[in-house]
């Protein structure tokens, strides 16, 4: 087994800033677990349009508040410390940050860490056997 700890993702090529959040890879493709697991901030006030055709994610928010806005339906949902919201339907969504939310992603399939958001806020499917 293997033990990650954040401390020591912190400050390397697996601690990403996005922008309106920051992403510490604690578990990727490499891995082999058939899922990627991260320790995302995302920031206060921020609204980040996000579209993962590609992927399921679960978001486990572990501190602070914000909301997800589903854009198929427009709806609201509250999200706040000790809530998931799992993108089933690989929903195209906003997520505002009302306060800076800590969250614990877990991405299928996992993410490569070497994925950007693209301009529809999606990831792509990165080819790591090139
Ligand atoms: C909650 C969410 O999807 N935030 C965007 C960053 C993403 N979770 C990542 O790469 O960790």
Redesign the pocket.
Known sequence: MKVVKLEDVIGTDMD?D?GN?V?R?LILKKDGMGYSV?D?V?KAGTE?H?W?QNHL?S?YCIEGEGEVETLSDNKIWPIKKDELYALDKNDEHL?RAKTDMR?V?V?NPP?TGR?V?DENGV?QIVDDEE
């Open positions: 990403v996005g959040w992403s890879r991260h995302t995302i980040t996000i993962y994610e978001v997520l969250m992603c991405f993410i994925e958001h990831y």
